[in-house]
Structure formats: structure tokens, C-alpha cells
């Protein structure tokens, strides 16, 4: 599964992260001495996270900050002010982020918070008859499913800054990934990974760590359901034991169902092993803290909480799980000049690096990895290395289909 990465043919190329943190977590997302202020994460000349600017394999050379952010005069003569609905648990998004862009533009962020993807597609459907969501923040996978719904409105690429990302980010496969249609109707916010987070003493890994070190019963593991079958299913696909690549799961429903039934099968055996699934941080978090697991299958912020307690974030040999998140605008959104406004300022190298500080992830703007917390930075290096990157295995496409047998997949994984 090694590719020129990024956008690589069977890679399906982005995304995913279904679920997320829930906003009582009893570990915010920084402690409280290392949570980023403005200034924090803005500090320059800290030149972090080259490797993030891989997604064409090589450095790329990242140009000047962007100028001070030039505001539409017609979205400053409306509400003056934006309703974004987006992911719980990430405290410096109210604290810091917000403010921020309102100082930049006028505009004010009123900002409801949600814990996972699925209640946030659920919520749309209700926001198209009743109004009261402009932004929203899914994930590119997810966008074929929210178009054929009828959520999802058309950017104005003319009142955005398409050339401030990273190439990789908005292009190529992901900019077709972002026109359902040919129209723009998902433009990118931050990425990052769902890998092994290990308890450095007491998990028992392979050598080197595999996705296998999950079912291992010396261990006592944390998982997402829907995720944890997934990775089973590439760990039997990288030791040649499925009846065909589990990437055509992703595009053939027949196929879907012969490889789950037997990831599934697989994964029931190893069961025992399970202390806790995980829908959020909080539940992520509490599985090492409260209930011992030693090994777990998780987003890159919950080893990053855990990272000065004895845990450690680690790349298995099959490849990390990556994920693109991104914003959509309502079909029925009212402040559309305030949106534009919003996506565009947090392609900015300020935006976008606060943006990824926040989710303790990968900005998405040129500039903005000079920018980005340092520490948020350091422990993203010390995961990754060139050969660690060139394995990442972006989330594919998911229909709506899809989606609904892979709940009942997960279902009866925690039911057996």
C-alpha cells in the first residue's frame, strides 16, 4: 500500500473522521498552561511540519503571510454575523479563534457545537426547513451523501482564495472530491490522522506496530467500532487474507458486505480484549484513564492529551487512517457573504494555523505551519517521518448506503 502520497490511485485519496469529542472531556484538548493563545500559535519562525506540506511528496516552497484580510462591504452591511455549527470539545476555537476572525473582518461567529458527524448531518436536515445554519463542518467523504440531500449550497470560488492552500488540499483529487456536480461546494479546513495511541510501559506491540496489536488479547484496547472493523479488515488485506482489496468495499455494495462479514467474524473473535468503545474524546480519553486500556485506535488529539502521561502516538506499519475535514455552506444559508468571509479568512496562514492548533492537527493554508503551535508541531514530527507519511490511508468516499451498513456493522460488533 506504499503510493507517491497524497492522491495516489487506490488510496481513494481523504478524509474521514466520524464522531467526535464532547465538550465536558475531562482533558481539554491543551492542558490549561499549554492551551495556545493567539500569540502562542502565532508565533513565527518556528518552521514546523515541513513533512506537512507533502501532499506532493516533496517540501513546497510556502509563500509570505497573506495581507490583512479585506472584508466585503455587502458582508459587513447585512447581520454581521455568521452561524456555524461545528465540532464540541475544542475549547480554543470560542476562546481564541473566533475572536480573532471577528477582529480581523467585524463579523461574529455564533457558534453551536456538536458531537459527532451524524448528528450534525441530522441536524442539517432540519436547519433546510427551519433555517438557522449557515457553515458546517463535515468531512470530504461525507459530501457526496450531504449533496444528493439537497443540504448543501454553492461557494462563489471568485469571493474565496483557492490559491492560499496547499496543493493537494483543494486540487487535484480532492477538488473533484469537492464539486459533487461540478460546483464548489466544500472547501478544506484542517486534516489529520486516527492511528495507535499506546501506553509506552505495559502495550504489547509487533515490531514494527501493526493494526494487528489491536486485537492482540494482552492488550486491553479502546475503539471506535466502525473504525476498528476497518482496520481489521487492512490488517487481513495486508497479510493476503480477504478474497479482494477492502478498498473495493468502498465502491461495490456487494463487496462491502462479503468483506465486513468477514471483518466482523475476525474482530468478534478478538472481543475480549475491548474496555472501551469510543465515540468522542471524552469516551477516547476515559478508556486510558479510567478503565486501563494499554492500546487504542484514535484521532491524533487524543495522544496529544495524553501524550506527558505515558502514552505515545504511533504510526502502524500498514498506515495511519487520515482524514480531510472541510466547511459546506446550507443550501438555504442566509449570511452567504459572511460565509465566504469565514472559509476564506481560515485559509490564511493565521486562520488556517489557528484552525489546526485548535484541533491539535495539520493546517491547510500555505504560511500557516510557521505559525502553528510549536508543540502541536513537535509531537506531529515525532509521529510521522517521510516513510510513516507515504503509508497514510485517507478515508474513501462513503455513500449514504454505505454508511447506513456500516452502522449496522458497528451494531453488532458491540451487540456480540
Request: glycine share 10%.
Amino acid at each position: 500500500m506504499k503510493t507517491q502520497f497524497a492522491i495516489s490511485a487506490n488510496r481513494a485519496t481523504y478524509t474521514d473522521k466520524i464522531g467526535r469529542v464532547v465538550r465536558s472531556a475531562p482533558r481539554p484538548l491543551h492542558s490549561a498552561a499549554g492551551r495556545p493563545e493567539m500569540g502562542s500559535y502565532m508565533t513565527k519562525s518556528y518552521s514546523t511540519l515541513d513533512r506537512r506540506t507533502l501532499l506532493k511528496g516533496t517540501a513546497l516552497g510556502i509563500g509570505a503571510l497573506a495581507a490583512p484580510a479585506i472584508v466585503s462591504r455587502k458582508a459587513l452591511a447585512s447581520s454581521g454575523e455568521l452561524n456555524f455549527t461545528g465540532w464540541a470539545g475544542y475549547p480554543a476555537l470560542a476562546e481564541k479563534v473566533f475572536p480573532a476572525f471577528e477582529a480581523a473582518t467585524g463579523i461574529k461567529v455564533n457558534f453551536k457545537e456538536l458531537p459527532d458527524q451524524d448528528t450534525m448531518f441530522a441536524e442539517a436536515k432540519v436547519a433546510l426547513e427551519a433555517g438557522g445554519i449557515d457553515v458546517i463542518e463535515p468531512t470530504i467523504d461525507r459530501v457526496g451523501a450531504w449533496d444528493s440531500n439537497g443540504l448543501l449550497g454553492t461557494f462563489d470560488e471568485s469571493k474565496l482564495a483557492m490559491d492560499n492552500y496547499l496543493p493537494g488540499l483543494a486540487d487535484g483529487a480532492a477538488g473533484e472530491r469537492s464539486r459533487p456536480g461540478g460546483a464548489l461546494k466544500y472547501v478544506p479546513s484542517v486534516w489529520g490522522t486516527e492511528s495507535l495511541v499506546v501506553n509506552t510501559a505495559d502495550a504489547k506491540l509487533s515490531t514494527p506496530p501493526s493494526l494487528g496489536d489491536l486485537f492482540n488479547p494482552e492488550n486491553q484496547a479502546v475503539l471506535r467500532p466502525h473504525s476498528s472493523l476497518a482496520a481489521m479488515g487492512r490488517w487481513l488485506d495486508a497479510q493476503g487474507k480477504l478474497p479482494r482489496p477492502w478498498m473495493d468495499g468502498y465502491s461495490d455494495m456487494a463487496a462491502m458486505v462479503e468483506l465486513w462479514d468477514i471483518a466482523l467474524a475476525e474482530a468478534v473473535k478478538a472481543k475480549g480484549n475491548v474496555v472501551q468503545w469510543w465515540s468522542g474524546e471524552n469516551e477516547a480519553n476515559a478508556g486510558f484513564t479510567a478503565n486501563g486500556a494499554t492500546v487504542g485506535l484514535c484521532w491524533d488529539s487524543t495522544g496529544f492529551n495524553l501524550r506527558n502521561d505515558g502514552f505515545a502516538y504511533v504510526a502502524p506499519v500498514e498506515g495511519a487512517f487520515a482524514w480531510h475535514q472541510g466547511f459546506v455552506m446550507m443550501k438555504n444559508a442566509t449570511n452567504v457573504e459572511q460565509a465566504h468571509e469565514f472559509v476564506k479568512w481560515v485559509s490564511t496562514a493565521e486562520g488556517a494555523a489557528g484552525w489546526a492548533s485548535a484541533f491539535s492537527s495539520n493546517p491547510v493554508g500555505k504560511g500557516a505551519s510557521d505559525l502553528l503551535d510549536p508543540e502541536v508541531a513537535a509531537y506531529y514530527n515525532g509521529t510521522f517521518n517521510d516513510d510513516a507519511l507515504s503509508k497514510l490511508w485517507w478515508w474513501p468516499d462513503q455513500s449514504a448506503e454505505f454508511l447506513a451498513k456500516r452502522a449496522e456493522y458497528a451494531d453488532k460488533y458491540k451487540a456480540a
